[in-house]
């Protein structure tokens, strides 16, 4: 395989990858796990994303949301020989035709990409962790990581939300994580058309009055729909949390991954390269202006 | 090509600058430079100095481009056309990759590309200096950027630039305001002045790079003296009397980031298009498109690159919906770039005051004008 020799980025040149698992989500996403063909697996930080392409439908940007292998858990990060977790949602060409591959086929890959969450600023601080829908996916990486490294924090607390019980990712791993001391896990859905559901509803800021966090010292890291952002973010403010500690992962329009395109951005930020993990500080002017 | 000093501006006559082109060329460098077609002065291959617009001058005003004979037989008595250098190092389309599916997924082709073949030594002869300011200003973006470009870099690297001062400009211009001419800024291997006066139809030449001084050394010429030296500043200094426009570029980040909301947004909005001329013509817009081509079959697959415009409702749609949907906000993002966030991004502006954007534009769209109205209505006590 040629690309494995490229300087890196230059050329932007997928290397192919080979699913060797699937996991149905819900009825519309799906859980890759894939592994390099030929080439070694690149270490990545939890909040990163790959560009996954299929040949002749097209490239879109996805969210590592693990990596198995080396005997790690999932979440574990990246290294030689491991296995990456893509969790994608099929809504158009490309993530249809990703959600439709079995184990066995290949697909396209290069990255990793951008800046993920920045776990060193949340040391010694309380962890506020809040994910809406997809948004758990650049998240779930992070809440193991937060576990693995649990002394180094203080209160840790993750914030789960959905559409409906038929949409929440990771379920059995969300129960799992329901059941430990050391994390407080809090699940919500915006309502309930369906199944029986015994758990909370209402939209993921309700719950936050129920964690108990020290405005001075916590980092918040969030992601789901930009309107959930903003609004989990305007109630941290609310509460006395610095800008500079709420941490967002922003979804723009991406088609190189590495700063040259221009369209992912957003005020003077690349959100491919200066994101998607972005601090409230850095942004929120910025998110401020509609249209912007 | 080295730093090294080049002390002594030297004289070329008329007469012997197709020496000068021959030495070029005689470097294994092809030639590319302005010359007249469909109406305009544009840039392609050129076959000999004859190819220049000589005699040429242009009429530049907002939304209107005439090309007219002048009475004389000058060879840069004119400003920048709609083509710029842009497209010679980062060209319109370009392919990036292949791949071809095989049994086991697929391989990819990387030395067929047009990346590849950016391998041809080009001499560009006349760059205007806001054209070299903007080469620079690429520059920033695709080889000084986290990830340099490697297409634009080999290119790049393999350009020889030959600039010109500017001694006519057009009726849109304003590189005075933002620096970057009438003179010759930095970065050029050569760069001449063309002067006609008593003293007969000559340039004066000053070596940037070694190569541009070398080059210089053989040709025939004769040492710059004052009296040559002074009628290359007359030039300059008549040039930035008839500047066509002035913009204020006063704290200009500043003021486009707190009038965002400026009811002048609105306004421009009702008279654009959204046609997207004014982003390809601009010698620094970077923009591009990274699109998929595939045969029928799907078995052959290739990557290209396109120029891509801030001014498409596409360029910022995601799954769900576009994030700039109205003309006010897509011409907001294109000047507040330009002119504002281009400095946190790159150190620099993103505009060069070529006049492109201004006489390109269809409905004459004025963007000195637009700063001009967004700086009044900011004004303590402007009517809103
Ligand atoms: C940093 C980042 C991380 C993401 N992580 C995930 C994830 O983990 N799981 C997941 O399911 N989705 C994720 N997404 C969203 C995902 O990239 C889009 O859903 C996907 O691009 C849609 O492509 P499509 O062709 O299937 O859909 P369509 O809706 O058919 O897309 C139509 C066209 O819109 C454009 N388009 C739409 N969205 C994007 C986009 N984000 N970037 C570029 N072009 C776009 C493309 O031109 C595309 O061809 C992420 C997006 C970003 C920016
Ligand atoms: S914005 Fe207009 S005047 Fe400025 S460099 Fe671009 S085309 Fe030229
Ligand atoms: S400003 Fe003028 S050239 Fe640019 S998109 Fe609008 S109408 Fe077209
Ligand atoms: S995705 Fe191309 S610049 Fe960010």
């Known amino acids: 395989m040629q690309s494995r020799d490229q300087p890196r980025g230059e050329l932007c040149v997928p290397s192919p990858y080979r699913v060797v698992d699937r996991t149905v989500e819900t009825a519309d996403t799906v859980t890759l796990a894939i592994a390099p063909v030929d080439s070694l697996a690149r270490a990545w930080e939890p909040g990163q994303f790959n560009m996954l392409w299929m040949p002749a439908v097209g490239e879109v940007p996805i969210s590592i949301s693990g990596g198995v292998g080396g005997g790690a858990t999932g979440g574990d ?104 001391t050391d994390l407080q896990t809090e699940v919500t859905v915006d309502a309930v ?100 | 090509m080295g730093d090294a000093v080049h002390p002594r501006p030297a004289v070329i006559s008329r007469a012997d600058l197709p020496a000068l082109v021959d030495a070029i060329r005689a470097q294994g460098y092809a030639l590319l430079g302005p010359t007249v077609r469909d109406g305009t002065i544009q840039l392609g291959e050129l076959g000999a100095l004859e190819d220049l617009p000589i005699g040429w001058g242009d009429e530049q005003s907002p939304g209107s481009y005439r090309l007219h004979r002048r009475g004389h037989a000058r060879l840069f008595g004119w400003a920048v056309g709609p083509g710029s250098w842009k497209q010679m190092l ?112 000559r340039f004066l030449a000053r070596g940037g790079t070694d190569i541009g001084a070398q080059l210089v050394r053989g040709v025939p010429h004769r040492d710059a003296d004052a009296r040559d030296h002074a009628a290359a500043d007359a030039v300059i200094a008549s040039a930035t009397a008839r500047m066509g426009r002035q913009l204020d570029t006063t704290d200009l980040p500043a003021l486009l980031e707190r009038t965002l909301e400026s009811p002048r947004w609105d306004d421009v909005a009702q008279r654009c298009l959204t046609c997207a001329n004014c982003t390809l013509v601009c010698p620094t817009c970077f923009c591009s498109d990274w699109v998929e081509v595939a045969d029928l079959s799907g078995d052959h697959v290739e990557r290209w690159r396109r120029w891509a415009s801030c001014f498409t409702l596409a360029f910022s749609t995601v799954h769900g919906g576009t994030v700039r949907a109205s003309a006010r906000s897509r011409y907001r993002q294109w000047l507040t770039h330009k002119l504002g966030t281009w400095w946190d991004q790159f150190g620099t502006s993103g505009c060069v005051g070529c006049g492109r954007c201004i006489t390109w534009c269809p409905v004459g769209i004025d963007l000195t004008e637009e700063v001009r109205a967004l700086r009044e209505l900011d004004r303590p006590g402007a009517a809103p």
């Open chain 1, 77 to 180: 990060r990246g290294g030689d020989g491991t296995v990456l977790l893509h969790t994608i949602r099929a809504v158009g060409a490309v993530t249809r035709a990703l959600c439709a591959l079995e184990p066995g086929q290949t697909l396209g890959v290069r990255g990793p990409y951008g800046r993920g969450w920045d776990l060193d600023a949340a040391s010694g601080r309380d962890v506020v962790i809040v994910g809406g829908g997809l948004g758990l996916a650049p998240l779930r990486p992070v809440v193991h990581e937060t576990l693995r490294g649990r002394d180094r924090y203080g209160r840790l607390a993750f914030l789960a939300g959905a559409r409906t019980p038929e949409d929440l990712l990771y379920m059995s791993e969300l129960g799992q994580w329901r059941a430990r």
């Open chain 1, 193 to 292: 058309p369906g199944r029986e559901w015994r758990g909370d509803v209402g939209v993921v800021t309700t719950l936050l009055p129920r964690i108990p966090f020290d405005p001075g010292r916590v980092v918040a890291l969030v992601c789901g729909p930009e309107v959930m952002m903003r609004f989990v973010a305007a109630e941290l403010l609310r509460q006395g949390v610095a800008p500079g500690d709420i941490q967002v992962s922003l979804e723009r329009t991406m088609q190189c991954a590495v700063g040259s395109c221009g369209h992912c951005q957003l005020g003077s930020s690349f959100i491919c390269r200066d994101g998607p993990v972005v601090t409230w500080e850095r942004v929120g002017a910025a998110m401020g202006v509609r249209e912007r």
């Open chain 2, 90 to 201: 980062f060209p319109s389309r370009e392919r990036m990759w292949s791949a071809d599916r095989t049994d086991d997924g697929f391989v990819i082709r990387t030395d067929d590309t047009d990346a590849a073949q950016a391998a041809r030594k080009v001499a560009f002869f006349g760059v205007r200096p806001c054209e070299l300011a903007a080469i620079a200003v690429q520059d920033r973006v695709f080889v000084h950027g986290a990830v340099p470009d490697r297409s634009y870099s080999a290119r790049r690297e393999r350009a020889l630039v030959v600039a010109v001062d500017c001694g006519e400009p057009s009726g849109t211009c304003f590189c005075v305001s933002m620096g970057t001419g009438p003179s010759t800024g930095p970065g050029y291997d050569l760069a001449l002045t063309e002067l006609d006066d008593e003293r007969g139809h």
